[in-house]
């Protein structure tokens, strides 16, 4: 099992910058992709970025803005973050890591404009 908890969030105005991170511990090992999820009211929970073994993905709503990354050489902890880049009123959500069949309890993000 994997314990995943997500940090970073906040309210930002249009065309500012944060960077979410995304700390997974427990059975690390077992972890090759990871992904960033977001929520906002109303509506279904969306795939906006993962990272694989092969590389990266990036919903077309925020390709050229957001950056998925990640650290797993920490021995205890893998990191996962995602940098997000002229932000606007549209990328309001509840942002969620989710990897290893586990999801982190979700940050706020609030872009204001």
């Known amino acids: 099992q994997v314990q995943l908890a997500e940090s970073g969030g906040g309210l930002v105005q249009a065309g500012g910058s944060l960077r979410l991170s995304c700390a997974v511990s427990g059975d690390t090992i077992c972890i090759s992709d990871m992904g960033w999820y977001r929520q906002a009211p109303g509506l279904e929970r969306e795939l906006v970025a993962a990272?694989?073994?092969?590389?990266?993905?990036?919903?077309d709503s925020v390709k050229g803005r957001f950056t998925i990354s990640r650290d797993n050489s920490k021995n205890t902890v893998y990191l996962v973050y995602l940098r997000m880049n002229s932000l606007k009123s549209e990328d309001t959500a509840v942002y969620y890591c989710s990897g290893g069949n586990g999801w982190g309890q979700g940050t706020q993000v609030t872009v204001s404009s």
């Open positions: 990272i694989t073994s092969s590389g990266t993905y990036y919903s």
